[in-house]
């Protein structure tokens, strides 16, 4: 059912994406220094952190029931009790989400208990590494099986931090605006730019490593819908990796001498790797429910 499997893979967008800002975004905040935390709005924060723990919640229980559906007798299967203890109990990827189920739910206790960014950025992290353990990457047993399954945890640990962190890094680039902040602010862009290189190569370097785990063969052939999709997905992550960059190597240098120049280019680069990234993440949700020949 068409309708079927373009509500999963909204499911699957809207959670994943929840889970990397509420991973990567509070994950950079706990980085930054005390100065330039307090430039952040935080009712703001707090508020869009208590959205993205819902939608991942809501995501998450969305996406238990649509399986419900696709392995039932229709949409009437999604809110059947018994097929659910089935599901959760005795299948491994109904094991799977009821783990996360219960990370994701530890994430929106500790939202709403107004932890802190590192803490609901640990409980977000292990929620979104536990996706490694259902989907393509199990698709092997034994060893081969768990190094497929540690490269895919590796990898969307390191999307979530590199994407995640984008969006608290368009306020830390508006802090330098301000002389007060600018030194502060200026810190904590170094400490991400640090552990932005780390993210990256993460990302590159697992995604490749995953590509030849799921499909055993290179160059990928374009009449294949899942190969396809997977070659647009490659393209749009290397543009992402050469807008970033640009960031760090054209204008962050230049902050010094052109501080408005720079950081209106730089505002600008970090949405466009935002808006790479969403169109990242739904080929992503597309891709997970397809055969991958």
Not at 69 to 81: K, Y
Not at 186 to 197: C, E, K, M
Request: charged fraction near 10%; hydrophobic fraction near 60%; proline fraction near 2%.
């Amino acid at each position: 059912m068409i309708s079927l499997t373009a509500a999963m893979a909204a499911s699957r967008l809207a959670g994943d994406a929840a889970l990397f800002f509420l991973f990567g975004g509070s994950g950079m905040m706990a980085l930054a220094r005390t100065t330039v935390q307090a430039s952040f709005n935080r009712r703001a924060v707090h508020l869009a952190q208590c959205w993205a723990a819902g939608i991942a919640l809501l995501a998450l229980l969305c996406l238990i029931c649509l399986q419900l559906v696709s392995v039932g007798d229709g949409w009437s299967s999604a809110l059947d009790i018994s097929l659910l203890k089935i599901v959760l109990f005795q299948t491994e990827f109904g094991q799977v989400w009821l783990v996360r189920l219960l990370f994701v739910v530890a994430t929106l206790i500790a939202v709403l208990a107004a932890r802190q960014n590192l803490v609901i950025a640990a409980w977000a992290g292990i929620a979104l590494a536990l996706t490694a353990l259902a989907g393509h990457a199990a698709m092997h047993e034994g060893w081969l099986g768990i190094a497929m399954r540690l490269s895919q945890a590796l990898h969307v640990v390191c999307a979530g931090a590199w994407v995640g962190s984008l969006v608290p890094l368009v306020g830390l680039l508006r802090a330098m605006k301000h002389a007060d902040l600018r030194e502060a602010a200026g810190h904590a862009l170094r400490r991400f730019s640090l552990f932005g290189h780390f993210a990256v190569a993460g990302v590159l370097l697992t995604g490749v490593t995953n590509t030849f785990f799921v499909l055993g063969q290179w160059p990928l052939h374009r009449h294949s819908p899942y190969q396809a999709l997977l070659g647009l997905k490659i393209c749009l992550a290397l543009a992402m990796v050469l807008m970033a960059v640009s960031n760090r190597y054209l204008w962050v240098p230049r902050f010094s001498g052109k501080p408005d120049l720079a950081g209106r280019a730089l505002v600008r680069g970090t949405l466009g790797e935002l808006t790479f990234a969403i169109m990242v993440l739904a080929l992503v949700s597309v891709l997970g429910l397809l055969e991958p020949v």
